[in-house]
């Protein structure tokens, strides 16, 4: 059983800093791409941010220049740094992965992971 699994939440103060990570338990994967995603209590979830094989990158307006998605290829996981926390972006974020087992493309999310910017 493939299971994503998400770090790096927490309670910060505006203008803070965390970094989540998101990697795929089970060596026979590799990770194809990854999209955060996050949900706002009585909100919609949100795309956030996403990279994908070959390196192409893309954010949300609302956090570009503050958050930076990257993935480290020697324990494949990838992350998300946030920057400039504001209060706005407090939500569960979500890891969604498609992962390739060297002939297929399997689809998996993650737990979701709590970020709350608070004073």
């Known amino acids: 059983q493939v299971q994503l699994v998400e770090s790096g939440g927490g309670l910060v103060q505006p203008g803070n800093s965390l970094r989540l990570s998101c990697a795929a338990s089970?060596?026979?994967?590799?990770?194809?791409?990854v999209y955060w995603h996050r949900q706002a209590p009585g909100k919609q979830r949100e795309l956030v941010a996403y990279?994908?094989?070959?390196?192409?990158?893309d954010y949300t307006d609302s956090v570009k220049g503050r958050f930076a998605i990257s993935r480290d290829s020697a324990d494949d996981t990838v992350y998300l740094q946030m920057n400039n926390l504001k209060p706005e972006d407090t939500a569960v974020y979500y890891c969604?992965?498609?992962?390739?087992?060297?002939?297929?493309?399997?689809?998996?999310w993650g737990q979701g992971t709590q970020v709350t910017v608070s004073s």
């Open positions: 969604n992965a498609d992962l390739w087992d060297g002939s297929m493309l399997y689809n998996y």
């Open positions: 990279i994908r094989s070959g390196g192409r990158i």
């Open positions: 089970g060596s026979r994967f590799s990770i194809y791409a």
